[in-house]
Structure formats: C-alpha cells, structure tokens
C-alpha cells in the first residue's frame, strides 16, 4: 500500500492535473473554475517552496559553523545577513504590511542587496570577452560560419559598426531578421516537441527525475 | 535623478559603490576574501528577502482569504508545507504531492500552450510565400524554409545521419551554427550594456558624470 | 616564444582592465555614432502610438527585469509609458523580480513628466512583485484578483476605479512584457496564443534571437532589442535618453571585442600557414 502510495498514486496525481490544464484549455471557452482553483493552488505552493532553498543552504552553513570547517567565517556572515535582513523585513510587515516600510531593511535593500546583484550578473560581460579571444576563432567551416554571423550581428548591434561602413548594419540585419531564422525556429520546435514528448513520458511514469529521490524510495 | 543629499543616502551609495569594487575585484584581480564577503552578504540578503518576500505573498494570497471564510485555500497550504519533507529522508516521498501539482500544472500549462505560437505559427510564418519584395525576398524565403527542414532532420536523433540523411543534416548544423554566431552577437550586447550600466554608476558615484 | 603564441597567452585580466576602463571612457567624452531604427523597434512603438491605441485603453507593462538589467530594458520601458500615457491609456505595472518596487520608482522619475498629469489608480496602478511561473500568468489571464487581490500599497483591487472592471485577459487591450527571462514567453503561451492578446517584448538583446522569429510570424506586433532597442525608441519618440548615452559605451566595447577576435583569428591564420 506505502509503495501504492509512495509511486503509482503520485504519477496519478501529475496525470490528473495534467489532464484538468489540457480539458480546461479546450473543452471550456470561459474558463474551468475548477482549473483556476488548482492552477490558484500551484501558485501558492511554487510560493511557499520558495523558502526550501534557503532552510537547506542555512541548514547546510549552520553545519559549516558547527564543525568548522574551512571557511566557516564566511558561512556565519551569510546567517547573520540572513538573520538581519529577514528580522527588519518582518518588523516591516508586522508594522505596516510592508517590509520597505522599515528603515533598516530598505536601506540595506537599496544600498546592500541591489548594487551587489546588480554587479554579480554583469561580471559575466567580462569572461564573454576573454571567451571571444580564446574560443571564436576559424578553425573549421562550421565554426567560421558562427563567427561570421556573430561579428556582423555585434557590429550591427553596436551605432559604431554603421558608422565605419553601412554594409555591417545591412548584413548584419539580414542575419537576425532571415540569417538565424531557421537555426532558432528549429530550438523553438525542437523544445516544444521535446517538452510535449517528456511530459507524456512523466504522465507515463516513464520520467521520474523531478520527484524528489528520483521516485526509487 | 540627482546626486543625493542626505547623509544615509550619501553613505548608502558610497556603499553600493564599494561593494560594487569587491565584486569587481574577482575578475580584475583573483579570488579573494574581499569578494567572497560580498558574495557571502549577497546570498544571506537574497534567501532573507526571498523568505519574506514570498511569505507575505502567501498571506496576501492564500492565508489572508482563508480567514475570510475561503476554507479551501488550507488545501494548497498544506501541500506547500508538504514540500519541506523533502529535508527529511524517511518522509521525503511526502514531498512528491507537491511536485506532482506543479510538474502537473507545468506540463498541462506547458504543453497545451506551446503548439500554437511554438510550432503552429512557426511553420505558417516558414511556408507563406512573400507577397512583395521582389528576388530577394523569394530568396530569403528559400533560405528559411530550406534551413528550417535541414534544421529539423539534424535532431532527428533517432536515425544515425548517413546515406540519404548525411547531406542534409550536414547543412542544418551550418543553418543552426550561423543562429548560433548570431544569438552570441546579441549575447555581447546584453552582456556589455550590463556592465555599461555599473561603468555609468561607477563615474556618477565620483560625480565626473550627472547621475 | 613567437608573436601568436604570445598573443595567445595574453593574461586574462589584461582584457577585463581593458574593457574596464574602455567602458567608462565614452560616458567621460561622448562620441555620438548616429543610430538608424530596426523595423521591429518601429513596429513595437507603431503598436502603442496612434490609431493602435484607444483612449481608456488598459495596458500591462511587466518589470521582468531586476536593477542588474535595468541599463538593457528600462529605456524601453520609459519610452513605451510615456508613448501609452500620450494616448491616454491606463497601465497596469507588475513584475516577477524582488526588487520590482525600485524599477517602478525609478520609471516615476525616468518618465516624471508624464507621471505628473496621471492620477493613481484611475491611470495607473502598481500591482507588485508576482510569483508562480506560468501558472500565475494563466490565472492573471482568467482571475486577476487569485494572484493579485490588492495592489502593492495593499489597496483591494475593487476599490482601485480604474480595476473596478478588469479581472482577466477581456479587460486588456496589450501586454508590453520586459523580460530578462521566460516571462515573455508566459504571456505568449498563455495570453497571445489562446486569447489572441495583443503583444509585445521589450527584451534584453539575447531574446532578440528568440524573439524576433516570433514577430515574423506575427505573435509579437512588435519587439525592442536590449539597449540598442531602447535607443532607438528614444529616437522614435524624439527624447533621448539612457539608453542613446550608453550607445557610444556600447560601440567602444563592440569594437574591442570585434578586433580580440580578428586577432586571435590572425593568431590561428599565421599558425595554420607556419605550420
């Protein structure tokens, strides 16, 4: 019955969803209320999973803590910020409905939190650079056609590729409005075939990565 | 914008700007203690306003109505509760409900989404023939429609691309090389103009440009 | 050790000083590169000007970006408020990204002018932060008030005059989403495809690639490409901007990286005939 309840009950249940999305869709031109109620349900559980990241990174630092093991001094700056940040967080919420609505939090929020992501993404800009020198070169005629197609669409991207002669813009738009067209309708089909065939496969019990354990337990 | 006046302002985008440096010290100088601080602070403020910020979505849009009589919303509540039994291994096939609602959800959401816009419109757009635009648009339409077909065999994984499947497949992945050089292009800019943005914040923080 | 190997082995970090310092470089003494407009940037804000565009009209604008993109999306978004608050449409602004508060308080200064005649509410309204993926997108398309029972300011929707009667995808004219990710793509698979909702992406440049095939056929009426997209609205509605300023810091580092590549291609040339 555990083994019942634990596998052929589960797939069941994504199957059943599954199905309530699809009849929805096709069977009822207003709306099922039955599917917005479930679908109502999904937001508020993908809202509520948020918060698994952050118990299992804090459970993982509390242990770096615990055991000290190397680096740990950095594992207890990331509790306490966590630790501050979400106390004025909430004394904002319990105050007023809003957690900006404390100071503390908003200036961290403002000054801390948001320079810091607004610097970690972009450092990326930087390995693009290097990876260019290093990776797009001409090796063979598969790589040359890449490279051809990328250094007309960043001069045509870029005012100054224009300016130096008319043509990069012109060709480099024939590469983004015909050139990479097929290339990229063949991801977007390629993506939806492949995401319809694994979600069959899911529905099947065929595919069972998703669940946690890998559905094996 | 204008460059701020009060001191905690003053101080606060003195701060972002230092930070700013600590991050940038990774790629400009090695790793370091100075940018794993600033990581270390960026991961701990990120989980704390992920928590609050989602719990008081789950206030506003469940808990909330179920104090105003909406009985079954204690439904959903349960399920995401029933997520964190993922962190105990004996109950962790507890946690597979959950999972299962919203790979469901996905799936149906996904799948009966996708074929219009995705695959439907797709091949529509491919085969309509122009109806102006003289040779080179005919050309052009040759060239999708050819390399859309030549695109698609390439996947075709499960035959092994010989005989009469060689020469096409071979000039889809020439097709799909050249969406590839152009989607990098767009890459560099995205990329770049990021980085313009913290070269502008870093100048406007000095004041050698207005903010 | 010859020039090409050495060129090969140039330390990283020489290229990130470079690009480091070339970015500033321009903003200090700009240049000023005349811009021309892509047919899909005219589209897009031929979509929300004039005759495309009713009084009353209700519109979404979705901040799928965070402050880390706001130099790539946020022009664009400028230049589409104000575009849609000159024809008297009403917009509805969301988005998916913690920090959504801070995008909608600097577009309040970016587009300031225009804010200024609008009356919140009965204009505008700031619904906030959303999460849930592509199910909260389907229910914002069949009940808004199941994800978004109040605005931000915590309002109950029903006592906002201007969402008195809005609560699904009949009610809305356009959805004008700015996206750093997949969200985009949510509206298209759940507004655009099955209800036949006007749409459009004001994305960063990397869903150019995706996006534009998207607005061949017809899915998107138009479509804004990164920052470069961004300038060239500005040109459109004749007020430059951000996005026109960092244009110039946008030629430099192209350029750079166009000649790192040419001459490890001429590294790998002279091996090729050394060899």
Same mark, same amino acid.
């Given at each position: ?69 190397? #680096? ?146 | ?52 910020? #989602? ?157 | ?165 809005? #609560? ?108």
């Amino acid at each position: 019955m555990s083994q019942i309840l634990k596998r052929e009950v589960v797939y069941a249940f994504t199957g059943l969803v599954t199905v309530i999305m699809f009849v929805d869709y096709f069977f009822f031109v207003d709306g099922w209320g039955f599917a917005e109620t479930v679908r109502t349900w999904a937001v508020i559980v993908f809202n509520i999973s948020l918060g698994l990241g952050a118990v299992q990174l804090l459970r993982q630092s509390a242990m770096n803590i615990q055991r000290k093991r190397s #680096n740990y001094g950095f594992s207890a700056l990331l509790v306490a910020t966590f630790a501050i940040m979400l106390l004025t967080g909430l004394a904002g919420y319990a105050a007023t409905g809003q957690m900006t609505d404390n100071a503390i939090y908003n200036w961290l929020f403002n000054n801390m939190y948001t320079p810091l992501g607004a610097t970690l993404y972009p450092i990326t800009g930087f390995y693009i650079f290097s990876a260019a020198y290093r990776s797009f070169r001409a090796r063979n005629i598969d790589a040359a056609l890449m490279l051809i197609a990328g250094c007309f669409v960043i001069l045509s991207n870029a005012p100054v590729g224009e300016a130096i002669w008319p043509g990069f813009a012109t060709i480099g738009e024939w590469f983004r409005f015909t050139g990479q067209i097929p290339g990229m309708r063949t991801f977007a089909m390629v993506g939806s075939l492949g995401m319809i065939a694994y979600g069959f496969r899911a529905l099947l019990g065929k595919e069972r990565g998703f669940y946690a354990g890998g559905g094996e337990e | 914008m204008a460059y701020p006046t009060a001191m905690w302002d003053v101080i606060g985008l003195w701060t972002g700007w230092v930070l700013m440096l600590m991050i940038y010290s990774y790629p400009l100088y090695k790793e370091n203690p100075v940018y794993r601080t600033a990581e270390y602070m960026f991961i701990g403020m990120m989980l704390a306003i992920n928590v609050v910020t #989602n719990f008081s979505n789950v206030v506003r849009i469940c808990i909330t109505p179920m104090m105003g009589g909406d009985f079954l919303m204690i439904v959903p509540l349960i399920l995401g509760i029933m997520i964190y039994t993922m962190l105990i291994p004996e109950y962790r096939w507890v946690s597979r409900y959950p999972v299962a609602l919203l790979v469901g959800a996905g799936f149906g959401l996904g799948i009966r989404g996708t074929i219009a816009p995705n695959i439907q419109d797709a091949i529509i757009s491919t085969i309509t023939a122009p109806s102006d635009g003289g040779m080179m648009a005919w050309i052009n339409f040759l060239y999708i429609a050819v390399g859309l077909i030549c695109s698609m065999m390439y996947f075709l994984l499960t035959f092994e691309h010989t005989g009469p499947l060689k020469a096409p497949t071979r000039i889809g992945r020439l097709f799909i090389m050249i969406a590839l050089g152009a989607y990098f292009g767009n890459t560099v800019l995205f990329r770049f103009t990021m980085l313009t943005g913290r070269a502008q914040f870093f100048l406007q923080v000095l004041k050698l440009i207005p903010m | 050790m010859s020039f090409t190997a050495k060129l090969a082995n140039i330390d990283r970090r020489v290229f990130y000083w470079i690009l480091f310092i070339a970015l500033m470089v321009p903003f200090l003494s700009p240049i000023g590169f005349p811009l021309s407009v892509a047919e899909n940037t005219r589209d897009l804000y031929d979509g929300i000007t004039g005759d495309n565009v009713e009084p009353g009209d209700v519109w979404i604008i979705n901040f799928g970006y965070g402050v880390s993109a706001w130099s790539e999306c946020h022009p664009g978004v400028t230049v589409c408020t104000k575009a849609l608050f000159r024809e008297d449409a009403k917009i509805i602004f969301m988005g998916p990204h913690y920090d959504v508060h801070l995008t909608y308080n600097k577009l309040q200064t970016t587009a300031a002018a225009d804010f200024a005649g609008k009356v919140y509410g009965e204009d505008y309204v700031f619904l906030g932060y959303i999460t849930g993926g592509e199910a909260a997108i389907t229910q914002l398309a069949s009940d808004m008030r199941s994800v978004y029972p109040n605005d931000y300011f915590g309002t109950d929707l029903d006592d906002i005059p201007m969402m008195a009667d809005v #609560n699904g995808w009949r009610d809305i004219d356009g959805v004008l989403s700015s996206d750093t990710g997949d969200w985009g793509s949510y509206f298209l698979r759940q507004w655009q495809g099955p209800h036949g909702t006007r749409l459009a992406q004001i994305g960063i440049a990397m869903l150019g690639s995706t996006g534009i095939p998207l607005w061949l056929a017809g899915n998107y009426f138009g479509m804004s490409v990164g920052s470069r997209g961004g300038a060239e609205l500005e040109i459109l509605i004749n007020e430059l901007g951000e996005a026109t300023t960092s244009m110039d810091s946008i030629s430099v580092s192209h350029l750079l990286i166009v000649i790192a590549v040419i001459l490890a291609n001429i590294g790998v040339l002279t091996e090729r005939r050394e060899s």
